[in-house]
């Protein structure tokens, strides 16, 4: 059975590593602030503890004040996972890192994103719109968009 | 005297045979050897995810039908996990078992599909696609027994099933499963050492384990590429913890290695629907859930070993009726991360049978 780890116990983890990221820590899921995203990732995914090399999938959700970005990232060696979280409040540039040069997995599912909820991420080697054509105007998965 | 030579862009697709649906591949040749390539999609983009937000949570269900059309059954099961995690719902262990079964079934139906299909690709024409269509055509007997349909069949719901399997469905699927192990062995028979299968299988389109990891691969894709990395093993679902089975991998992470894995995962899905079969109880077959369910507000991810890979749902409950937000991890469009990596360096013809043995479904691709 793949271990869920509680966001308290890799919040704390982190924060002993980077002070001030963590803006938020539920039971499931740490929060972390999007510019620090890309090296939490990769004390995630590097570090002995967590070992997280694998990455289930990137998902954004649209609040209405903010945009929220799901990481689930599964270690298979120690066969835990555990959710990373980060938020944009800024509806007409928001703008996360890339983390596809940790895991190329992200490469597609960053461009989705990009594409139907409008979230553009920093550092990506071809951010374009994926399932819509060029030239589209808005962003579908956005609660605005009708 | 020399000849100037130049790169040729050659499109490939979105309407074309090998593309196994509506999938278009830009490629650049030198000669007849890939260059670069570019895959496009989007031909099949109906806004499932968006589709979701407008609908109550069961009638969502029929739209994740049309996903992985060819594996039905098992979007079917992806989906009312999430949700019975999100509401937390407990489902009567009968139903338990006919899940294991109907996604064991859908399973086979699916690597029959990808096997024949990739066949095909090789230059096999139509003749093993028939015979696995053969085979085939008796799950889709069974399903049609069960649900009345015979290729979307939106037959789960939340809590269970839509009604209990008939008497006669479990003499035939008995019938079924003594039958298959033959059929299977007959497609070793003509295949396995098939020297045709093997001069353009073999050694083509390595994806190494490294790679397949780095990518978030799943299913058989990554397993032929070495990792032994199954969820109804590593993280079980339903009842899967009580079955014996074992992981086929791969070992030189080529073309005829997803091959031989998904032959050899048919083999593994018999194993357990006969567990399945001689451990199935009597009883419910619905839980008692409401009409309209309305989960506590919360989210919840619930990740199935669908045919193709891992296929999750990420939902998001405002304690309404209809989810916040939807999120379809689809193994097909993962999948193809690597794609260009695999395919370059190769001649046009090796590239339409990398892309078979990824297989892929654009319903899932696009959603």
């Not at chain 1, 209405?64 to 540039?93: A, G, M, P």
């Not at chain 2, 919360?298 to 916040?324: C, M, Q, R, W």
Request: glycine share 6%.
């Amino acid at each position: 059975m793949t271990i869920s780890l509680s966001g308290q116990k890799v919040a704390k983890q982190i924060a002993e590593r980077f002070p001030e990221v963590v803006s938020e820590v539920t039971d499931q899921a740490v929060v972390v602030k999007s510019e620090s995203i890309f090296k939490v990732a990769e004390y995630l995914k590097n570090s002995q503890d967590f070992k997280c090399d694998y990455l289930n999938y990137i998902a954004a959700v649209d609040y209405y004040d903010y945009f929220e970005l799901v990481y689930q990232l599964t270690s298979r060696e120690h066969n835990h996972s555990l959710v990373l979280k980060t938020r944009c409040y800024d509806r007409d540039k928001s703008i996360v890192p890339s983390v596809v040069s940790l895991w190329r997995g992200a490469d597609f599912q960053e461009r989705e994103i990009y594409d139907l909820m409008g979230i553009a991420f920093e550092g990506h080697p071809n951010l374009k719109r994926i399932v819509l054509w060029e030239g589209f105007s808005g962003h579908p998965l956005r609660k605005d968009y009708l | 005297m020399t000849l100037k030579t130049e790169p040729f862009m050659l499109n490939i697709g979105p309407v074309h045979p090998s593309t196994h649906g509506v999938f278009r591949l830009r490629t650049t040749l030198d000669g007849e050897v890939i260059i670069d390539i570019e895959p496009i999609f989007g031909y099949l983009h109906r806004g499932v995810e968006k589709l979701a937000e407008e609908r109550t949570y069961t009638g969502f269900i029929p739209l994740t039908d049309r996903l992985d059309y060819l594996a039905s059954m098992s979007n079917n099961l992806g989906y009312v996990i999430a949700v019975e995690k999100l509401a937390r719902i407990k489902v009567p262990e009968r139903a338990e078992y006919l899940r294991v079964i109907i996604a064991e079934l859908q399973g086979i139906a699916s690597h029959l599909i990808a096997v024949g299909a990739f066949l095909n690709d090789c230059g096999a024409f139509f003749t093993p696609f028939l015979y696995m269509f053969r085979e085939r055509e008796k799950i889709v007997d069974l399903f049609e027994m069960v649900s009345g349909q015979r290729l979307l069949y939106n037959y789960m719901r939340i809590g269970g099933f839509a009604q209990d399997v008939p008497d006669e469905f479990l003499p035939a699927l008995d019938k079924f499963v003594r039958q298959m192990p033959g059929f299977i062995d007959e497609y070793d028979r003509f295949l396995a050492e098939n020297e045709i299968l093997l001069a353009r299988a073999k050694g083509v389109g390595i994806l190494t384990r490294e790679m397949a990891i780095d990518i978030c691969a799943s299913g058989p894709v990554l397993r032929a590429s070495g990792v032994k990395w199954d969820i109804r093993k590593v993280d079980p679902y339903s009842v899967y913890d009580r079955f014996e089975f074992d992981i086929p991998i791969g070992s030189v992470d080529d073309c005829y290695d997803r091959y031989r894995v998904r032959v050899e995962e048919m083999r593994q899905s018999l194993r357990i629907i006969k567990q399945a079969m001689e451990q199935i109880p009597p009883g419910e077959i619905r839980a008692k859930v409401p009409h309209l369910v309305r989960p506590p507000v919360g989210e919840a991810y619930a990740h199935t070993e669908a045919p193709k890979g891992e296929l999750g749902f990420y939902l998001v409950s405002d304690n309404s009726i209809a989810p916040y937000r939807c999120h379809i991890r689809a193994p097909s469009l993962m999948n193809l991360t690597a794609l260009r990596d695999m395919m370059i360096g190769w001649k046009v013809q090796d590239a339409i049978i990398i892309f078979g043995s990824i297989d892929i479904t654009m319903g899932e691709v696009d959603r």
